[in-house]
C-alpha cells in the first residue's frame, strides 16, 4: 500500500525558513517523480514544484520560484520541500503527491496518482 | 498564465446525475484529470486522461471531452459523492501542472 507522510509543517513567524518532509513507503520510491502541491485553508488547489527520479530536473510555480527548494533522498524513501522568507500567503495545508513516470514534467503520460494527508503550514507573527 | 474555469457549485438530489465541467484554451491538445476531495481530507484520482476511470473507482463516475470543455459526470449520485471536484491539466509548454478553481458538489 503506498503510504505518504508528510511532516514538519506548524507555526512560523513571516521571514522564517521551513523544511517539509515526506516519507514514502508502499513502492520504489526512486523510480518515480514526486511533487509538492499545496491548499490554502478553504481555497483550491496549487501545484508547487516538482523534481524527477534522480533530481536532475526540477520545477517550480512562479509563486514560489526562488524561494522554494525541492529535494529527494532516494536511500532514505524521502522528499523534502525548504521553504525561505515565509509570507502570509504561504499559509496551506502541503501535500506530497506522487507521480506515476520518472519525469516531473505533465507529459502526455504524468499524472498524479497518491496523495499525502498534509502538513499545515500557518505563517504569522 | 493559464487557467482552467469550472462552475464553483452545483446541487444534484440522489440518483440524479451531476455534470461538472471544466474549460479551458488548451484542453484539445491536453489530458485532464478529476480528483474528489471531501472534507479534511487528500485529493484522490477518479479519472485520468479525460475519460479512464481508475481501478476502484465506482462505475457512476465518467469523463468525456469536447473541445475546449472537459466534463466529469457522476450518473446516479449519492450522499457520499458529496465533495469538491478539480480539473487538472498541464500549463503553456508543459512547464507546470494548472487546476481548475474547484467545484462544490451538494447532494440534497
Known amino acids: 500500500e503506498v503510504q505518504l507522510v508528510e511532516s514538519g509543517g506548524g507555526l512560523v513567524q513571516p521571514g522564517r525558513s521551513l523544511r517539509l518532509s515526506c516519507a514514502a513507503s508502499?513502492?520504489?520510491?526512486?523510480?518515480?517523480?514526486m511533487h509538492w502541491v499545496r491548499q490554502a485553508p478553504g481555497k483550491g488547489l496549487e501545484w508547487v514544484s516538482g523534481?524527477?527520479?534522480?533530481?536532475?530536473?526540477?520545477g517550480y510555480a512562479d509563486s514560489v520560484k526562488g524561494r522554494f527548494t525541492i529535494s529527494r533522498d532516494n536511500a532514505k524513501n524521502s522528499l523534502y520541500l525548504q521553504i525561505n522568507s515565509l509570507r502570509a500567503d504561504d499559509t496551506a495545508f502541503y501535500y506530497c503527491?506522487?507521480?506515476?513516470?520518472?519525469?516531473?514534467?505533465?507529459?502526455?503520460?504524468?499524472?498524479?496518482?497518491?496523495w499525502g494527508q498534509g502538513t499545515l503550514v500557518t505563517v504569522s507573527s | 498564465s493559464y487557467e482552467l474555469t469550472q462552475p464553483p457549485s452545483l446541487s444534484v438530489s440522489p440518483g440524479q446525475t451531476a455534470r461538472i465541467t471544466c474549460s479551458g484554451d488548451?484542453?484539445?491538445?491536453?489530458?485532464v484529470y478529476w480528483f474528489q476531495q471531501k472534507p479534511g481530507q487528500a485529493p484522490v484520482l477518479v479519472i485520468l486522461?479525460?475519460?479512464v476511470r481508475p481501478s476502484g473507482i465506482p462505475e457512476r463516475f465518467s469523463g468525456s471531452s469536447s473541445g475546449t470543455t472537459v466534463t466529469l459526470t457522476i450518473s446516479g449520485v449519492q450522499a457520499e459523492d458529496e465533495a469538491d471536484y478539480y480539473c487538472?491539466?498541464?500549463?503553456?509548454?508543459?512547464?507546470?501542472?494548472?487546476f481548475g478553481s474547484g467545484t462544490k458538489v451538494t447532494v440534497l
Open positions: 503527491v506522487k507521480d506515476v513516470m520518472m519525469r516531473w514534467e505533465p507529459l502526455e503520460d504524468n499524472y498524479l496518482d497518491y
Open positions: 523534481i524527477s527520479w534522480n533530481s536532475g530536473s526540477l
Open positions: 488548451a484542453l484539445p491538445k491536453q489530458y
Open positions: 487538472q491539466s498541464a500549463g503553456s509548454s508543459n512547464t507546470y501542472y494548472v
Open positions: 486522461k479525460d475519460s
Open positions: 508502499g513502492f520504489n520510491f526512486g523510480d518515480y517523480a
